[in-house]
């Protein structure tokens, strides 16, 4: 991309950026499924014993129907985990797995609260703790559809024992419950399904919490890396630009005086423009380079957001090169004034502009928005709906010389987040293959005063 872009463009001597590929939960979930099938096992084991030592304990014939239950579940519990090893690679949708395996859990806890006394079983909690789980690991969508879930089992089971079919199929006693006033019935499943939602929320709300904090953590470390990585390469790159700078010149000097002076012959003619082309084309590489690796600094300057974003988006329309490609929109509502400096701000954009429409796969929407935020912000985003990009390919697109394209120089986004660092912004990267890319970045408002 790089014969378009602006490099006559001063930048400011630092920049940001930092892809912080928003990880889809899936990432998130694999790992603590891993754990929950690894403490699930764990539990099975440790019930199989306990029936075990029951058994060898209790040689009462009543508590053989109750062991053999118990052995069923067991053997229910080991077949499913078997189902969900064999699974766990091969399924795509890990939200509904996890679901799938929770609820088939609930189901589970349901059957041992009906054997053990339904109404009075003692392990009832054992919701609380599905109900913990499914938070921690479907945030707290997912802890309430099962608060909900285990609400509803509990009241069935209840239920069941009420209008005596439990005790019909022999599997526990009912008529303990009918001394007990309906009023008590209610408030008891109440109390245990309210448990069951203000535990959801609570541990939802901590889960995404902890989430939303290492996500930043993680984010905030990459960008640290990626400074100092540009710092150092900034370094080597700007003595290199210079030593290769200055050679260039008298080559293209050389060469046009030989144009000149030499007889016209056309193969020499085709060489000399060959060269030249070249040369122009290294020329651009190394200002690029220099822009990046030192980048100068601006002059700030109060600017109407609107009015400069209006201005360079139009610039960009104009541009022959692309402007067929892609329909533009824009939603400027930052009515705002920023300190910047203009080319910072145009070649920013340009940029972003330029790599929304060239990742457009013949074409497409480029959508512009600048929308005031609470941070006293404006919030700038470039969204398009082109060939997007693999987490992979986020993971290196702010490194210098990183480039998908044949003719990219991978320094279009390293140059933009060298900027926007010289503003304390960061540029935030959110993609998808096949469906697009958007890149966001805030600048903050010199002023709240609407022009
Ligand atoms: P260049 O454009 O010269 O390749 P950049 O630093 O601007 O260099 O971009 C680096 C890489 O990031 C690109 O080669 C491309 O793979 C990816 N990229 C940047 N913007 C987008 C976008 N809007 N959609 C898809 N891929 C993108």
Redesign the pocket.
């Known amino acids: 991309?790089?014969p378009q872009r602006f490099d006559s463009i001063p930048v400011y001597p630092f920049s940001s950026g930092s892809p912080v590929n928003k990880a889809d939960a899936a990432g998130h979930i694999h790992p603590k499924l891993k754990w929950l099938m690894f403490a699930r096992l764990i539990f099975t084991i440790f019930l199989l014993g306990s029936t075990l030592y029951l058994q060898y304990q209790s040689k009462e014939p009543s508590i053989s129907a109750f062991i053999t239950i118990l052995y069923l579940l067991i053997a229910v519990i080991f077949f499913l985990s078997l189902l969900y090893a064999m699974m766990f690679d091969r399924i795509e949708r890990h939200w509904l797995f996890a679901f799938i395996q929770i609820a088939l859990d609930s189901f589970i806890v349901s059957m041992i609260v009906l054997i053990t006394g339904g109404f009075f079983s003692i392990f009832s909690f054992l919701y609380l703790v599905i109900v913990i789980y499914a938070s921690m690991i479907l945030y707290l969508r997912g802890g309430i559809a099962l608060a909900v879930l285990c609400g509803l089992q509990y009241a069935a089971i209840v239920f069941l024992q009420l209008v005596d079919v439990a005790e019909s199929v022999g599997i526990n006693d009912g008529a303990a419950l009918h001394q007990i006033g309906y009023l008590q019935i209610i408030l008891k499943v109440g109390i245990t399904t309210i448990a069951c939602f203000a535990v959801a929320v609570l541990s939802g709300l901590l889960t995404e919490q902890n989430r939303k904090t290492q996500s930043d953590l993680r984010a905030m470390e990459m960008h640290v890396k990626r400074v100092e990585k540009m710092a150092y390469m900034g370094e080597m790159a700007a003595g290199l630009a210079h030593e290769i700078k200055n050679p260039l010149a008298s080559v293209v000097g050389c060469i046009q005086l030989l144009k000149e002076e030499l007889r016209y012959d056309p193969d020499h003619q085709r060489l000399m423009e060959i060269v030249l082309r070249e040369t122009d084309r290294l020329g651009h590489l190394v200002n690029e380079f220099l822009l990046f690796a030192r980048p100068p600094a601006g002059k700030p300057e109060l600017l109407n957001v609107k009015q400069a974003i209006e201005e360079i988006v139009g610039l960009f329309e104009k541009d022959t090169n692309y402007s067929h490609r892609f329909t533009l929109k824009k939603e400027i509502i930052a009515d705002a004034t920023i300190l910047m400096d203009t080319g910072h701000l145009r070649q920013v954009l340009w940029?972003?502009l330029?790599?929304?429409a060239?990742?457009l796969q013949g074409e497409g929407t480029i959508e512009i928005t600048a929308i005031p935020d609470s941070n006293d912000e404006v919030s700038i985003h470039?969204r398009?709906n082109?060939?997007?990009?693999t987490p992979e390919?986020i993971q290196?697109?702010?490194d210098p010389f990183?480039?998908?394209?044949s003719?990219?120089?991978?320094?279009?986004?390293?140059?933009?987040h060298r900027i926007l660092e010289a503003y304390d912004s960061r540029l935030d990267?959110q993609?998808q293959p096949e469906h697009?890319?958007t890149?966001s970045f805030s600048l903050k408002r010199s002023d709240k005063v609407k022009v």
């Open positions: 991309m790089f940029n972003l330029l790599n929304a060239e990742a470039v398009d082109g060939c997007g990009m390919t290196k697109i702010f990183f480039t998908t394209k003719e990219g120089t991978g320094l279009g986004l390293s140059i933009v990267v993609s697009g890319t890149f």
